[in-house]
Structure formats: structure tokens, C-alpha cells
């Protein structure tokens, strides 16, 4: 456990890493390409380490070095090269972080990646440390299967160890039968190791964004409340005063507690099940910028990406008021037909609506290659009425969720 901010002592702290140097950043992704152009606005200078050529990092940055993650010589290269290391997903080795953080200073930390890109750990971790999680049950092997069901019950949701992301590598069960079909499934792709969670009937799901710099200024983005579809995540709304009423405080405090407990300097998204009883119980962690945050590049004075290269740089943290409500949406490789995109003239011509595209040549199903944000000074209802009327240019048509409110 970390001390409290105010038990910091400056003087031992890191000097500030100044506009000018040399940013770092793991990982060649959309993630990394909004934080690459958020620190190039600021004066840096952008280094990414990808295995990816031309990557959308890649493509904005000031030096790509294409290399595996685990390459030693690379990471002595890439270290020699920048003042900072960032990381745009957490999945990348915890040991290489280790390697670098011997040489630069490297936020968020190895031990942290180590806890969030592990779904057993990271479980663990909060319900040892006291926070409210689903019930779940480890999985080492599939003679483990029963006894981990019998702990949680059916329905449940079986769920891959580590690397999984955008619903890969989870399947809701609701018999034995299931389950030994989905596991056998996993084993082949992804390894032995499993998690089994009790299934939650939440009402809602929502997200806080933490900034936490190593001095422990703390500033949070949200609530926001986010609809999935095919687990991806298709659209997140906030509002100006979402972050006011009682659930949204306790939200956002629980994110404070859980960023000092694992000593995250950075960023952090804490998902929360909030249940038909009014409980939040944490769902996952990403130690990184998140998509449910991308409306902030539109809607905020200082937007997520921006905020991360100030806590890692050791910069005051900016303001992340809301100033407009917001809707962002996800655009998929689903709405290209025939490798055509969609209407970006017909998109473009809204007024309040602000595009987003990530550099991705090729167009997948369940890929994303942008976002979009609405903004409306009204509110959601607006909102939801023009995403209904953007439907047609969104090709195949995607379905308006019922918990639009």
C-alpha cells in the first residue's frame, strides 16, 4: 500500500520530465497514437516500440522501432532514445519493463502490468486488498471445472487467464456441458489457465478514468455509461454533472483507492457492474488509456491522452471537467461493405459531430478503426435521436441499444 498523497515527499520525488524530451511509448495501436499526438501537441518528441510497421502509432510518431517486445538489443535502443516509457496495452511482458525500468523511468510499473493482464491475479489482488468484485473461482485445469462451479453457480461466465480483450477469450456457460466445451476451446488458443465468475444481472455498466501522478495528484473522468454489443464496446455517455450523485462519488473513490493501492502512476479504468441493488462491484482494470474515455478529446479541457503524458512527465494534471454532454461510438470494420467505408462526407456534415480514424488499412469485422463523439448542450436525448438518424451511413445498420434512457 502506497502512502497517502499528502505523506509524499517531493524531495524525493523525480524532477519533472519537461516539453522537449523524448516520450516513449510500448505499443503501436489507436491507444497509442491519440497519446503519441497528445504528447506531440505538448513539445515532445515520440519514440514507439512496436512489432507492427507503419503502425497508427507508428504513423504520427518520430521514430518507429519495429521490434518483439521482448527483443533485449531493441529495448537497449529504445531506452537509450527516450527520457519516459509509456505503455498503450497491457499486454505486453511485464519483464520488459522490468529491463527498461533499469534504465528510464517506466509508468505504469511492470508489477502493475503483472496484476492487470492477468484476469486470476487481478481478482485477487482487489478482493485481498477489500474492494467488491464478482464471485469467482480459479481454473488451472479442466478436472478443476466442477469444483469451480459448484463455488459460483450457473450462469456463469468462463473467461481466459490472461489476453483477452473485446469479449476474445470469455464465454457465458450455463451447464457443464458448456463449460467443457468453451475450456477445451481456450486450452487449444489461449493455455490451461482460466477464471470462472459468477454471472452478474447488472443494470448498467459504467467506467471511471483515473489519473494518478507519482507526486499522488489523483483527477477521474466519468462515470460514464458505456453499451456493449458482441462484448466490444459500441457506445459510452457522460454528462456534465455525471460525475455528482452518490454512486458516481463512490465510483470514483473506489478508482482513487484501487490506483494507490497498486501504486499506479498513469491511468487506470476501473469498469463497474452496478447491480439491481445499487452495489458497484469491479469488473476489470486497464492500466491505460481506455475506449470508454475517448469522448474526452472532444468533450474535456484536458483530454485522457494528454493526462496520461502529464502523469508519467510528472506535469500537474489537467482538468477533466465535462463541458458538453457526450456520445462516443465506436466505428467497426462491420460498417465497410465491399471494402467501401462509410459516408464520411454524410458524417462530417453534422456540425456537432467530431471524427476519429486510426490509420488502419484493412477493415475487419469487430476491428476498430475510429470513433466518433456527439456533442449536445440539451442533452442525451438529443444524442441518441442523431446516432439514429447516422444509423443508415453505419453500414451494416447497427442497432440502437435499449438502454438509452
Not at 62 to 88: G, K, M
Not at 103 to 110: E, G, M, R
Not at 251 to 265: F, N, S
Request: glycine fraction near 8%; include cysteine; proline fraction near 7%.
Amino acid at each position: 500500500m502506497t502512502p497517502p498523497a499528502d505523506a509524499l515527499d517531493p524531495c524525493e520525488l523525480s524532477p519533472a520530465i519537461l516539453p522537449g524530451a523524448s516520450f516513449g511509448i510500448l505499443g503501436g495501436g489507436q491507444l497509442g497514437r491519440m497519446t503519441a499526438m497528445a504528447a506531440k501537441q505538448l513539445g515532445y518528441r515520440v519514440v514507439v516500440l512496436t512489432p507492427e510497421r507503419h503502425s497508427p502509432a507508428g504513423q504520427v510518431c518520430d521514430r518507429e522501432i519495429v521490434a518483439d517486445y521482448q527483443d533485449p538489443q531493441a529495448l537497449e535502443h529504445f531506452a537509450r532514445e527516450v527520457s519516459v516509457v509509456t505503455v498503450e496495452f497491457e499486454n505486453i511482458p511485464a519483464e520488459s519493463l522490468r529491463e527498461l525500468a533499469q534504465q528510464v523511468p517506466v509508468h505504469p510499473s511492470a508489477n502493475v502490468l503483472a496484476v492487470c493482464q492477468h484476469r486470476l491475479r487481478e481478482k485477487t489482488f482487489l478482493q485481498e486488498a477489500g474492494f467488491a468484485v464478482t464471485p469467482f473461482a480459479p481454473l488451472g485445469s479442466i478436472v478443476d471445472l466442477q469444483r469451480a462451479l459448484d463455488s459460483v453457480g450457473f450462469p456463469a461466465v468462463l473467461k481466459t487467464a490472461g489476453f483477452g480483450y473485446d469479449g476474445k477469450g470469455q464465454a457465458k456457460i450455463n451447464n457443464l456441458n458448456e463449460a467443457r466445451a468453451a475450456y477445451d476451446a481456450f486450452s487449444q488458443t489461449y493455455g490451461g489457465q482460466a477464471i470462472v465468475e459468477a454471472f452478474v444481472p447488472f443494470r448498467r455498466e459504467i467506467s471511471v478514468i483515473g489519473a494518478r501522478s507519482a507526486q499522488g495528484a489523483f483527477a477521474a473522468y466519468g462515470p460514464v455509461e458505456n453499451v456493449h454489443r458482441h462484448h466490444i464496446l459500441e457506445t459510452s455517455l457522460v454528462t456534465p454533472d455525471s460525475h455528482l450523485d452518490p454512486l458516481a462519488q463512490q465510483a470514483i473513490e473506489m478508482t482513487r483507492q484501487v490506483m494507490q493501492a497498486l501504486d499506479v502512476v498513469g491511468l487506470l479504468c476501473v469498469e463497474f457492474f452496478e447491480t439491481a441493488t445499487g452495489e458497484l462491484l469491479i469488473n476489470e482494470l486497464a492500466p491505460r488509456p481506455h475506449n470508454s474515455g475517448h469522448y474526452s478529446l472532444d468533450a474535456c479541457a484536458t483530454s485522457q491522452f494528454e493526462q496520461l503524458v502529464r502523469a508519467v512527465c510528472g506535469l500537474p494534471l489537467g482538468s477533466p471537467q465535462v463541458h458538453q454532454t457526450a456520445l462516443m461510438v465506436n466505428l467497426l470494420g462491420d460498417s465497410w461493405q465491399q471494402e467501401q467505408p462509410p459516408d464520411w462526407a454524410y458524417l462530417l456534415s453534422h456540425p456537432n459531430l467530431h471524427l476519429h480514424l486510426y490509420g488502419k488499412a484493412q477493415a475487419r469485422a469487430g476491428r476498430k478503426m475510429g470513433h466518433f463523439t456527439l456533442l449536445s448542450q440539451t442533452g442525451p436525448t438529443e444524442l441518441w435521436e442523431q446516432w439514429r438518424q447516422l444509423l443508415p451511413v453505419l453500414r451494416p445498420a447497427v442497432a440502437v441499444p435499449l438502454s438509452n434512457g
